[in-house]
């Protein structure tokens, strides 16, 4: 099988380069009320003792036999267990 080349015109390359320049700001919003740890979804982020955390999902957790794990902290990429009657603050995120 061979595939064609596409000509790449000028204004394909400007796009590219606009691209490539874009940069997401990710912005983190908490707010006091303080959940369990059992009630945050998968992925969803939350903040404990001033530390920024995801929750992993539980599908993965399970399909790689995970289970001294359960967030990851998005500062410095750690990995940490919480009980399940933690109490954390849910954290918002928002895509600039």
């Keep these: 099988m061979v595939l064609k080349k596409r000509k790449i015109y000028k204004t394909d390359k400007n796009i590219f380069k606009r691209m490539r320049n874009m940069k997401k700001v990710i912005?983190?919003?908490?707010?006091?009320?303080?959940?369990?740890?059992?009630?945050?979804?998968?992925?969803?982020?939350?903040c404990s003792n001033g530390i920024l955390?995801?929750?992993?999902?539980?599908?993965?957790?399970?399909?790689?036999?995970?289970?001294?794990?359960?967030?990851?902290?998005?500062?410095?990429a750690g990995l940490t267990f919480f009980q399940d009657d933690e109490e954390v603050n849910r954290v918002r995120r928002n895509i600039l």
């Design 53 to 76: 955390y995801m929750k992993i999902s539980e599908q993965d957790l399970k399909e790689y036999g995970i289970n001294q794990v359960n967030a990851i902290s998005i500062e410095n």
């Design 27 to 46: 912005v983190y919003e908490s707010n006091k009320k303080s959940v369990t740890f059992r009630d945050l979804k998968d992925k969803d982020c939350f």
